[in-house]
């Protein structure tokens, strides 16, 4: 143990209270810090764990009898610390009862006057060697012992005079001379402490009634009283403040409880709805994912029908300009066949002439034959000839009615193919129509798609930003989480602080209680 002494300020007040069996129940501040322990290693263990080896057993015997008697203790004492070095005290104990039982010990230390000091070093070492100062071994006087002892050397001195001859006006003299000396160095500190006392109070009509005297004791009587009186006064108006702050107290206290309670409940509450609502973004944002998902596969699909759209719309032009070309053939072909028709209608005609003029020959054929019978052998050469043009006659009239027959099969063919051309024509013309109108529909579809296209992009676009908001939510709910936790930790620690003060009113309502019964 090192003897380095540990220097304080004068303004700190170092308190403990015991049990009865001198456990440590309470130590302050300023006492933790000038041991240099703290509140867990105090709390609980005996006070004699500050205790300096340099302190005499007999200093605490006589405090212990005081305090076991019931009555105050007044004190230096020297404690040490925890990492070594001392500390010295001017300590007050004082026996705390509750309905008549002392129910703890409280001790409060201040720090001392350095003359204090001095004497208590060398009283402390004296009475380790089982000695103790010098003045302790002379005999207590009293003021009547001192006075009288002055006034009988007084008296032995005059005597001394007045027997070796001196004049008895001159003893008398000395005598009186030493006398009056002696007493005024025996009431010379009784005068200094009348002149305090009028100092502190300073009415002789008080004096008279409280004393029924007025003289240098009564002056000291009447402070006496006057300090009991003021401390009195003073603890009264203190219990009374601190009671009523006690009740103050405990009832904002549990006001405050009351509304940590609902604070808590509330937290409570919103824990439920923050963790609702957390559900409830979670799952929106993996909709969100989802349905980002689906509309990119959308957009991705709208893009490709998109593409088919343009691909079927070029088909469908390639497939009109085939049409139209197959129209326009379709429209030479019939001119054909018409100038075919017409031409065959001509070739008829010819036939009808032919036929006509066969008939004819026939005709003039036979005619010639009946004539040439009629000629007889002159005759006969010009039957046979005759007979040959009739054979021929009937032949051009077989073949141009054989002609005649293909020519009209022709024309009817003809007429067929004018009527299926015709058709085809207007079939295709329709064909046309519709590839028209679909090509519109197409395009309408397209311009369609492209808005699709478009809308999906924007769609995309707002989930985006609908996930990227669904994620910055999920961040504030989760600050916010955690700054419910924080709120939740401090209304706990509120409770516990109400609870606290709640336990610390109690205490002083009864140290007043205490105090107030120790009067």
Known sequence: MNDKEYDYPASYNLISITDPSSYIKYASANFNEVAGFDDKELIGQPHNIVRHPDMPPRAFEDMWAHLKAGKHWMGMVKNKRKHGGYYWVDAFASPIKYKGETVEYQSVRFKPDRAYVKRAE???????????????????????????????????????????????????????????????????????????????????????????????LSEIELALKMRKQYADALLGRISISVKDSCDIT?????????????????????????????????????????????????????????????????????????????????????????????????????????????????????????????????????????????????????????????????????????????????????????????????????????????????????IEEQVYVTDEINQNIQILNLKYNESYDLMTETNQMNSSVKESSKDLSEMISKFASNQ
Not at 141 to 156: G, H, N, P, V
Not at 169 to 190: D, E, H, K
Not at 207 to 212: A, L, W
Not at 427 to 446: K, N, P
């Open 122 to 216: 060398k009283a402390y070492a004296k009475m380790r060697n089982n000695s103790q100062p010098f003045q302790m071994f002379l005999p207590r006087t009293r003021l009547w012992m001192r006075s009288a002892l002055f006034i009988i050397l007084s008296s032995l001195v005059g005597y001394g005079l007045i027997h070796n001859g001196q004049s008895p006006l001159l003893s008398f003299g000395v005598v009186a001379i030493l006398s009056t000396l002696a007493t005024y160095i025996l009431t010379r500190p009784i005068e200094k402490l009348t002149k305090q006392c009028r100092k502190d109070f300073n009415n002789p009509l008080m004096e008279y009634i409280y004393c029924g005297k007025i003289n240098d």
């Open 250 to 462: 405990s009832i904002n206290a549990n006001r405050a409880a009351e509304n940590s309670d609902r604070v808590t409940s509330n937290l409570s509450e919103q824990k439920t709805e923050i963790d609702s609502v957390a559900t409830a973004v979670n799952e929106m944002q993996a909709s969100s994912s989802e349905i980002s998902t689906n509309a990119q596969a959308t957009a991705d699909a709208t893009v490709k029908a998109q593409d088919t759209m343009t691909q079927s719309r070029e088909v469908i032009d390639e497939v009109n300009h085939s049409v139209l070309g197959l129209v326009k053939e379709l429209g030479d072909i019939s001119d054909v066949v018409l100038r075919l028709n017409h031409q065959t209608e001509q070739i008829g005609t010819v036939i009808e002439v032919i036929n006509d003029i066969a008939e004819q020959t026939n005709l003039l054929a036979l005619n010639a034959a009946i004539e040439a019978a009629r000629a007889g052998d002159q005759g006969r050469g010009f039957a046979v000839v005759a007979d040959e043009v009739r054979t021929l006659a009937k032949r051009t009239q077989d073949s141009t009615t054989e002609i005649k027959s293909a020519i009209e099969s022709i024309q009817s063919g003809s007429q067929s193919a004018v009527s299926a051309l015709e058709k085809g024509n207007d079939m295709s013309t329709g064909t046309v129509s519709l590839l028209g109108t679909a090509l519109e529909s197409i395009q309408d579809l397209e311009r369609l798609v492209q808005d699709v296209v478009e809308r999906n992009q924007q769609v995309a676009v707002a």
